[in-house]
């Protein structure tokens, strides 16, 4: 006898299932932190990704203390700037704008992303009450024209949230740094956990076999065997929201949590693979490396920030021991 209950097939926990409003992803919140005042957040282009040996580090696996393999991935992360800063104030009603200020030193490539605003006045610091703010966020953009795998010099803005300290050494932090170049290193060390947010490869429309992972009607059906079987009821007189159907397949963003940081490198040339990485080409700025996979394809931007739910411990960077990493040719992979 057939069951009554059939469970349904695809998880629903993202949908609507839709294409990405921006190629710049988001995050709706930043983890609090002690170690302060200091940036929660970069931006950097995936490159590809490798092989490696490390010591295993973590210490509830089977394999502790020996040298084992991993797959990583390379992200180049040349420096970023910081175009003004911004404040916002809790209220009733979420957290609004209070007041921002920009520096005078703006790149003319920022006119293709918004009309660049008149240049603050030094007095407009003068006029921030500490008392009034509760966040301080800094306004940065990319420089892609730095990386030659990115075939694009339009930067890309974005704001990384300032932790830990009082509101006032937030402010002093801000004001110290604007005008200015940021780099990796002021937001993360090897050993610790990151959150990586990207958006996932775009593949397209598709049906609901390879979108939701539907049954394939019988072979006897008179129309079509990769259609759902019914999309609903008599009643009520629409089609649910639930029902799968065909539709948009990737380019969505996605948020994976808690990737160990193994290294962090100033110059591509130590880890670029025999032809470069494909579709990339070599790394020449900085360069981060972490363990395992994260979304997109190769020139995606990739944004990352404070692990806000990890599971383990950070280590030290003297305890990420990374013995060998692949620079054989990836052309023939």
Do not use: C
């Amino acid at each position: 006898m057939p069951k009554r209950h059939r469970p349904r097939h695809g998880s629903m926990g993202f949908s609507p299932r839709k294409r990405a409003s921006s190629q710049v992803p988001k995050f709706g919140s930043w983890p609090q932190t002690d170690d302060g005042p200091r940036i929660q957040g970069f931006a950097g282009f995936k490159a590809g990704m490798t092989h490696a040996f490390v010591v295993d580090y973590r210490k509830t696996s089977t394999t502790t203390g020996q040298e084992v393999q991993i797959p990583v991935t390379i992200i180049e992360v040349p420096p970023m700037k910081v175009a003004g800063v911004r404040f916002y104030q809790d209220t009733a009603d979420g957290s609004k704008t209070l007041s921002e200020i920009w520096t005078s030193k703006l790149d003319e490539n920022l006119r293709k992303r918004f009309p660049i605003p008149k240049k603050s006045s030094k007095d407009a610091w003068k006029s921030v009450n500490p008392e009034e703010v509760d966040e301080v966020r800094l306004i940065t953009y990319t420089q892609p024209a730095l990386v030659s795998g990115v075939p694009k010099k339009v930067p890309e803005i974005m704001e990384l949230h300032i932790g830990g300290g009082t509101t006032k050494e937030r402010i002093k932090y801000a004001k110290e740094r604007i005008g200015k170049t940021i780099e990796i290193a002021d937001f993360t060390s090897a050993g610790k956990f990151v959150d990586v947010a990207a958006i996932t490869k775009g593949k397209g429309f598709g049906g609901p076999v390879k979108r939701w992972g539907i049954k394939l009607l019988d072979h006897k059906n008179s129309k079509h065997r990769r259609l759902a079987g019914t999309i609903g009821t008599f009643y009520p007189g629409y089609t649910r929201p639930t029902v799968p159907m065909a539709g948009q397949i990737g380019y969505h963003q996605r948020t994976e949590h808690n990737k160990r940081v193994l290294k962090i490198g100033d110059s591509g040339e130590e880890i670029n693979p025999n032809g470069g990485f494909l579709h990339y080409g070599n790394v020449k700025n900085g360069y981060v490396i972490l363990h395992g996979s994260v979304p997109g394809p190769a020139k995606r931007l990739i944004r990352m920030r404070d692990a806000a739910r990890p599971t383990t411990p950070s280590v030290e960077p003297a305890e990420v021991e990374l013995t060998y990493l692949s620079t054989q040719s990836k052309q023939g992979a």
